[in-house]
């Protein structure tokens, strides 16, 4: 289930979230702490969707300021007007909480635990105690330090599970947003996900809508896997739209979400029993190499892998920048024989510029800054280099753009001046966000053919789920979900 906090500063404001709310909810949670005096009667009467009450001190990341007894006293009133659960916390004063908990039908009771600072090594004495004590439901929110703390909390959800217990576990905090992903999937009774961005209740709660429609986290799965993204940042990825779009499309159970990974050979070590293939982003795309038990031969003549898959036990890793770049090139134009220039000496030049010479084109690499870079991209491709400055003044079929210039914020910029257009050049940009880089405006105003970076973007992820998968990617489905993204971010 997913619930919906209201929290809402005024009584109009709350009335108003709650409309909203029962749209994509199944339980919505009245934060009266967070309401300006809140009227309960009126809210409990306007909610159609099954309720929770909760009224949080400061300790417990709440705003009320009030007595224990008067904290209590407006639970007391909640169920007395028909809420259907209450939160009440642990913290509360054992004399204050046993009276509560043995004066009311157990079964709408969750006795809940917060812990901001961090999550404990061990969450099983915390449940064991809390368990003991009357509430029909046990929450346990605990804030991520690590994002190893969330496989704590799967193992303690997969306990509760096979004990019959109603659980509520999560991990706050960017490191623990995974959690209020999967926790439904390992057993959890709800996730928490705010009605919209900037009305969060807790760190790291993401939008109720994106878990609904694009997780589908109250989709039944008897079995499923698990793949994702690693890298840092991963906020701004688009894998779990694309992936996740396309495991609907075909009927699989399967989820993708993304991991913020500092240390790669840490979570490797502790996750690879956990998922079951990965899409690798900077600046993981070298440094997990030595941990696979195999690189497919093109991603080790890169030198990076950008998606890891287990095949017959092992871990293989695979580079798809190269062949979504190629196969978007020539859907437009053949390149052997063409003069090709790449702007830029990074890590996607590196992978296309290798795929370019595996197919004959007549390749020159450009550097900008860090010369000694660009020298050692055109030794390891064999090609000639030259300064980004005299770009414009080579021969030119072919023009890619590789560098990060252009990309949004900053879509005023280009790497290439209009000038040094010529009609009928092939001009392709890997810059994605925005969906018409500048570069690609003035091109097709000169009469270039064009190609935008949505085409590599789409091509390297349908042949990750190709790898993730073993069955043919619904390419119109991911083009389709990325196109309709990009053009609400344009």
């Not at 709440?62 to 007894?69: E, H, N, P, S, Y």
């Not at 635990?113 to 046990?138: K, Q, R, V």
Request: net charge negative.
């Amino acid at each position: 289930m997913i619930c919906i906090p209201i929290v809402g500063a005024s009584m109009p404001k709350a009335l108003e979230q709650i409309t909203s709310a029962e749209k994509i909810a199944d339980i919505l949670e009245l934060r009266l702490d967070l309401i300006d005096s809140p009227d309960l009667k009126v809210l409990l009467n306007v909610v159609s969707k099954p309720v929770i009450v909760t009224n949080r001190t400061k300790l417990d990341g709440g705003q009320f300021r009030g007595t224990d007894d008067e904290r209590l006293q407006a639970l007391h009133d909640a169920l007395a007007a028909g809420a259907d659960y209450v939160d009440i916390e642990v913290s509360t004063p054992r004399e204050l909480l046993q009276p509560f908990l043995e004066g009311h039908e157990t079964s709408k009771i969750i006795l809940s635990y917060h812990d901001f600072s961090h999550t404990p090594e061990d969450l099983n004495p915390l449940y064991e105690t809390m368990d003991a004590l009357p509430g029909g439901i046990i929450k346990i929110v605990t804030y991520a330090r690590d994002l190893s703390d969330n496989l704590k909390m799967f193992q303690l959800l997969e306990r509760a599970k096979k004990e019959n217990k109603k659980l509520i576990g999560l991990c706050m905090g960017d490191l623990g947003e995974i959690s209020r992903v999967l926790s439904p999937l390992y057993g959890g009774l709800l996730t928490f996900g705010s009605l919209e961005t900037g009305q969060e209740s807790a760190p790291g709660q993401i939008p109720a809508n994106a878990l609904k429609n694009i997780y589908r986290v109250n989709d039944g799965r008897e079995n499923f896997k698990i793949y994702g993204v690693i890298g840092n940042p991963v906020s701004k990825s688009m894998g779990y739209l694309i992936h996740n779009r396309a495991f609907r499309e075909i009927g699989s159970p399967d989820i993708y979400v993304s991991f913020l990974v500092d240390n790669v050979e840490k979570f490797f070590i502790a996750f690879k029993d956990f998922f079951s293939g990965l899409s690798v982003t900077m600046p993981a795309k070298e440094s997990i190499m030595p941990l696979l038990d195999k690189v497919d031969t093109t991603a080790q003549s890169i030198g990076a892998v950008n998606t890891v898959v287990q095949e017959d036990g092992k871990w293989v890793g695979y580079n798809t920048d190269c062949s979504g770049a190629i196969a978007a090139l020539e859907a437009s134009t053949s390149l052997k024989d063409k003069n090709i220039l790449i702007l830029g000496s990074g890590g996607t030049a590196k992978a296309i510029g290798y795929g370019i010479k595996e197919k004959g084109g007549k390749l020159t690499v450009t550097y900008n800054r860090n010369k000694e870079r660009g020298e050692s991209l055109a030794k390891e491709l064999g090609c000639e280099l030259v300064h980004c400055r005299d770009a414009g003044t080579q021969a030119i079929d072919i023009l890619i753009n590789c560098s990060p210039v252009g990309m949004n914020p900053n879509i005023n910029e280009t790497p290439f001046l209009a000038r040094d257009f010529k009609e009928g050049m092939v001009v392709f940009d890997s810059v994605y966000n925005p969906l018409e880089t500048k570069l690609l405006r003035e091109a097709k105003a000169a009469g270039c053919t064009v190609i935008p970076g949505s085409e590599l973007f789409i091509n390297q992820a349908a042949r990750q789920f190709e790898l993730f998968t073993g069955q043919p990617a619904p390419i119109n489905a991911m083009r389709e979900v990325l196109m309709g993204k990009l053009k609400g971010i344009s």
